[in-house]
């Protein structure tokens, strides 16, 4: 039989599957702020949110669409917006990532969505639209299956080229620089220096709430001097003057139709958002969990159905598609405020904002260096989770591979676009996004790099050799392949190098020794066979008198030691054929 040894020590909150709240949160996941407090910090996620109204604008612009379609598309893709928000937020039941993740971009849509007006009208662009959410919601449905082509590089990818992809749009933005001013305007650097320099100042030397309404208090700032500069124009005042106080969407674009012709577009734009929605939701966990090990898919599917149940609901009411905003969640791990109850408020404000026209309006019209010094700002902390993300495992040659090659090809496309003009229609949503030309790279290039990649490797070793090194490359070689992390490699091998000293001091035996080590996702096994005196693990130290009394109480005292490195042992032995095992959780 199995003598099975478990170490419990400093475990409870992974056995009950409680995160650790780090301690640069003000507000945990779990939290409940103040009602004004929460408020403000709703606020300030909305003003990001409404900088994604851009998205509807432009396939309207696209398609020289009437503004009255223009200000339904809007309003009910706010509407749309706001109920994921709070869908996504959800922490009982299927639907829900228990997490601060507002729904607010629409990156991987746009190509597809134009394409679809353009070919089909409003009713095509609506009709694929919940094509799309159904397709997301079946691939959520099948992530623990999946699991393995969702490692912790390919998230990382993801959540990095999601900040990368926002890059020429805050910079464009912050500069003042555009299609119709294509020069750089001074104002306009000046007002987004000032607002970006206020955000960093009291994010960083803040005290207080000033720490946590740090973008508010830039945001409100840039208004103020973009004023003073001239950058609200007569026709912003217009607008805002000419809204109407109260007033339900326009509708009359909502219909819808379904065509072959344009599936494979809303195909891809369905998978990058499940796995922009997989780089954002395993960012949550990592922020909002101080001893964060690996993705939790049970969230992670939650959080994809969450987004596919509200892009089914937009393409139905005749709003756009929207995916997991992340600038957003920058902005929650820059104010250090993640409370979930933040996104009931925030996705309550914004489904009533879209029958409230002039308080829309106010969001709309932010002076481009403000919005661009906030992009800029929320997108910091994106790329850092996402390099923390590809890099808390240990990494080999075809990891960085797989890493480097997605990121270049990802980001050719921002820095070379006139070199994918040419390529097929079909596959333009592929290449009109850097964000999605890297998903898929990655993707495939990690289904091809595990070609050959063995689970379980052995090693044989020597008593009285020296045996050290070889031990320690042969896990860190493994354990590059694996991907595993590298404390629990080097806590494997530190067991392994104790137990062959302790196989030489003990004199347990004097033939090899071969060890068997396993690998999958969840854990990390080292099996050890040699014919010879069986190791003990006692769950006690051994006294001071059993030390000077009993010639094996040294063997139980090593085994004891060696307790500390697994997280559980199993040891047997028949006839002198010993068996031991490490278990190592990953």
């Known amino acids: 039989m199995w003598n099975k040894l478990e170490k419990t020590k400093g475990e409870s909150h992974l056995a009950n599957n409680v995160p650790i709240k780090p301690v640069n949160l003000v507000y945990g996941v779990d939290d409940r702020p103040p009602v004004f407090i929460t408020l403000i910090l709703a606020l300030q996620h909305l003003m990001l949110m409404s900088a994604s109204l851009i998205f509807p604008v432009l396939v309207v612009k696209a398609t020289n669409g009437s503004p009255e379609e223009m200000q339904g598309l809007v309003s009910l893709s706010m509407i749309a917006g706001g109920v994921g928000t709070i869908l ?236 997991t905003c992340s600038a957003n969640i920058g902005l929650a791990l820059a104010t250090g405020a993640t409370s979930r109850v933040i996104a009931y408020f925030a996705g309550g404000i914004f489904i009533l904002m879209a029958f409230l026209p002039k308080l829309s309006v106010v969001f709309s019209i932010m002076p481009k260096p403000v919005m661009g010094a906030t992009v800029i700002f929320c997108v910091t902390f994106m790329l850092l989770s996402g390099i923390q993300i590809f890099t808390s495992r240990m990494i080999d040659t075809r990891k960085t591979i797989l890493i480097g090659s997605a990121l270049i090809f990802g980001m050719s496309v921002d820095m070379l676009p006139v070199l994918y003009g040419s390529v097929h229609p079909i596959l333009q949503p592929v290449v009109n996004s850097s964000l999605t030309l890297a998903t898929v790279t990655v993707l495939i290039l990690n289904l091809i790099f595990r070609l050959g990649i063995a689970r379980k490797e052995k090693l044989e070793v020597l008593p009285g050799e020296s045996n050290y090194k070889k031990i320690i490359d042969f896990m860190e070689r493994q354990g590059g392949l694996w991907g595993a992390r590298r404390e629990v490699v080097y806590r494997a091998a530190s067991a392994m190098n104790e137990f062959m000293e302790s196989v030489v001091t003990l004199e347990l035996t004097a033939e090899k020794v071969v060890m068997e080590v396993s690998f999958d996702e969840f854990n990390l096994d080292v099996n050890i066979h040699y014919q010879g005196e069986l190791m003990e693990f006692p769950t006690a130290r051994p006294t001071e008198e059993e030390l000077l009394h009993d010639e094996k109480a040294f063997i139980k005292l090593s085994g004891f030691l060696m307790r500390n490195y697994a997280d559980r042992i199993k040891a047997d032995s028949n006839k002198g054929a010993c068996y031991i095992q490490f278990h190592f959780d990953h």
């Open 88 to 323: 996504q937020a959800l922490k009982k039941g299927p639907v829900g990532s228990g997490y601060l993740a507002p729904e607010g971009g629409s990156e991987p849509f746009l190509p597809a969505a134009i394409l679809a007006v353009k070919t089909g009208g409003y009713p095509l662009m609506l009709g694929m639209t919940i094509i799309a959410g159904l397709f997301e919601a079946l691939l959520s449905r099948m992530m623990h299956r999946l699991r393995t082509v969702f490692p912790p590089e390919v998230a990382g990818v993801v959540v990095f080229m999601v900040g990368a992809a926002i890059i020429p749009v805050g910079v464009n933005l912050f500069f003042g620089v555009d299609t119709a001013s294509p020069a750089m305007d001074p104002a306009s650097l000046i007002v987004a220096v000032i607002t970006f320099a206020v955000m960093v100042g009291t994010s960083i030397w803040g005290k207080g709430n000033l720490r946590q309404y740090c973008l508010l208090i830039g945001i409100i700032i840039g208004y103020f001097f973009s004023y003073l500069f001239g950058l609200f124009t007569p026709a912003d005042f217009a607008r805002l003057s000419s809204a109407a106080m109260i007033a339900f969407p326009y509708m009359g674009h909502v219909g819808w139709s379904f065509d072959m012709a344009v599936l494979f577009p809303f195909l891809i734009a369905g998978l990058c958002s499940a796995l922009k929605c997989v780089g954002d939701v395993t960012t949550c966990q990592k922020i909002n969990d101080a001893e964060w090990k690996r993705p939790d898919m049970n969230t992670i599917s939650g959080g994809m159905l969450a987004e596919a149940t509200k892009t089914v609901f937009g393409g139905l009411i005749g709003g756009m598609a929207h995916t």
